[in-house]
């Protein structure tokens, strides 16, 4: 499915002193099976437009569509589970007294029969690394193991667009490695993946394209290539070296993944 | 999170927000305990009069305070309605079927809706125009007399104000896991009562597995920063109790006792 944000603005308790603006006619499409970066600095506004994406929060002013249809004319729980948003430490709400439970909240708000739930919630932990962890409580798991329990749980709804708030946020490499993999697989099955990051690093590695966000609007949007290449002081350090590289050997390219790099700068040696 | 509550600290400066806690506090006090020895009509008029000038004082919109008194509007029309149907005091104004009204009902239910009101608006101003940190301050040193019995005045101040807050901070988690949830489909909205209330269990309880956990991190880094409770602890706020805070409350006790002889 294709999600559009058009114009959308939002504003925080207007009207009050406590008055913030914090999307300012923001334009952003998220295409079908494709992996959106978006980046920013703290209070750019990042989580408040993802929140937007499933219409948690209401824009201000300006329209989402879903296939080209006002999100607001969908029910609520349909939209809810097309675009599954995973907040920023989503650990922070597991509650059921085991794993399985957890993430079975989800399908069961569905109504579907249990015996898709259980179908679903052995898939999504499977496809989160966390099979072997669907007896125990969730509230005995490392750091690591509940964010994934946590992902799964918005999985299991089977969503068309996944949106991940700042998913690798206090994860050791090892689980975020397996995590930028889960993205980039569902990728594969057509699943369209929002990752709000400000790590450049791990965007670079499994963004198709990018929208970088300042105070609330869109600043770029492009490959990352364009986005980096344009804007070098606000790009992982491979294409800060690149960059600098590239004003006296054209020929290494716009490379933005590191595997990308290296193969630019052994082909630079070599050649 | 804008909106302002009953209790809730409304931060302008004032002659009044200006004054010692503890002075406010006896303040109250002493208004709470006059309002009940006050037993004339004209007597609740003045004392009620005194406080819409009070308010005034505190540079509190008239507006805004109404709205602070918005909750117990139903206690008082329910001490009104139990008065002027089951007080058969004075002369009948009016009868159907076994309900009868007198003018005694009357004038006693008008009487009690005053007094809670005024009740309510004293407590309500001493929090609206007293920082919870300082309410807190002002509340240890007056119980503090009492540690010679032994009783833990600082701690209770402490609680106090860690309870005080933490508040906001409980309030914007819970916002977060109520997103949360709602993202896997849950609904709040919808149901009857009990339905609703199930649908709350998965906001609860991470909100209190999160109250244990941010507990134990707030304990630590307390003790990481040498707390170690009341003994020989100073202040980074030293409470003066001067000249206008005696005035304030010598007006106080004046203003009750004309109310009283009235």
Request: overall charge neutral.
């Amino acid at each position: 499915m294709r999600l559009e944000l058009r114009d959308v603005s939002h504003v925080y308790a207007p009207g009050t002193s406590f008055e913030v603006e914090a999307l300012r006619g923001v334009y952003l499409t998220v295409e079908q099976g494709e992996v959106l970066g978006i980046v920013g600095g703290t209070g750019s506004g990042k989580s408040t437009l993802v929140q937007h994406m499933n219409l948690l929060l209401a824009p201000t002013s300006g329209d989402v569509l879903v296939d080209g249809i006002d999100a607001r004319t969908l029910h609520k729980s349909e939209l809810r589970r097309r675009v599954g948003l995973v907040f920023q430490f989503p650990e922070a709400a597991l509650f059921a007294p085991t794993v399985e439970e957890d993430v079975a909240f989800a399908p069961r708000q569905l109504g579907l029969d249990e015996g898709e739930v259980g179908e679903r919630v052995g898939e999504s932990l499977r496809a989160v690394g966390a099979g072997e962890l669907a007896v125990r409580s969730p509230f005995a798991l490392s750091g690591g193991e509940k964010r994934r329990v946590a992902i799964a749980g918005v999985l299991a709804m089977k969503p068309e667009v996944l949106v991940l708030d700042e998913p690798t946020a206090g994860l050791d490499p090892a689980t975020r490695e397996e995590l930028l993999d889960l993205i980039l697989g569902l990728r594969e099955v057509g699943i369209s993946v929002v990752l709000v990051s400000h790590d450049l690093d791990e965007v670079a590695e499994v963004a198709d394209r990018i929208c970088a966000l300042h105070e609330g609007k869109v600043s770029a949007t492009g490959t990352p290539a364009e986005v980096f290449y344009s804007e070098p002081a606000q790009a992982p350090a491979t294409v800060q070296v690149t960059f600098i590289l590239r004003a006296s050997k054209p020929g290494i390219g716009t490379p933005v993944r590191f595997e990308e790099t290296l193969q630019a700068l052994r082909a630079l040696r070599g050649g | 999170m804008t909106s302002r509550a009953l209790g809730q600290y409304y931060p302008v400066a004032s002659p009044v927000h200006a004054l010692d806690p503890r002075a406010k506090i006896l303040a109250t006090a002493v208004f709470v305990v006059g309002l009940f020895l006050v037993d004339s009509t004209v007597g609740m008029l003045f004392v009620a009069a005194a406080l819409v000038a009070l308010v005034g004082f505190c540079r509190i919109p008239a507006g805004t305070f109404a709205r602070f008194m918005r909750p117990v509007l139903f206690i008082v029309a329910l001490t009104v309605v139990f008065q002027v149907f089951f007080s058969r005091e004075g002369p009948t104004l009016f009868m159907w079927g076994f309900f009868e009204v007198h003018t005694g009902g009357l004038r006693l239910g008008f009487f009690l809706a005053l007094r809670i009101l005024l009740l309510v608006s004293s407590a309500g101003l001493l929090t609206a125009t007293t920082a919870p940190v300082a309410l807190a301050d002002g509340i240890e040193d007056l119980l503090s007399p009492l540690k010679r019995l032994r009783f833990p005045a600082h701690e209770v101040a402490m609680m106090m104000t860690i309870a005080l807050r933490f508040i906001p901070t409980l309030g914007a988690e819970a916002e977060k896991i109520r997103g949360a949830q709602a993202a896997r489909g849950a609904d709040f909205s919808e149901g009857g009562p009990l339905r609703r209330a199930r649908s709350l269990v998965p906001v609860l309880v991470p909100l209190t597995v999160g109250a244990f956990r941010r507990a134990d991190e707030l304990a630590e880094a307390m003790e990481s920063r040498g707390y170690r409770g009341g003994e020989g602890r100073t202040r980074y706020r030293e409470l003066h109790f001067g000249k206008r805070d005696a005035l304030a409350l010598i007006v106080t006790v004046l203003i009750l006792l004309v109310g009283i002889l009235l």
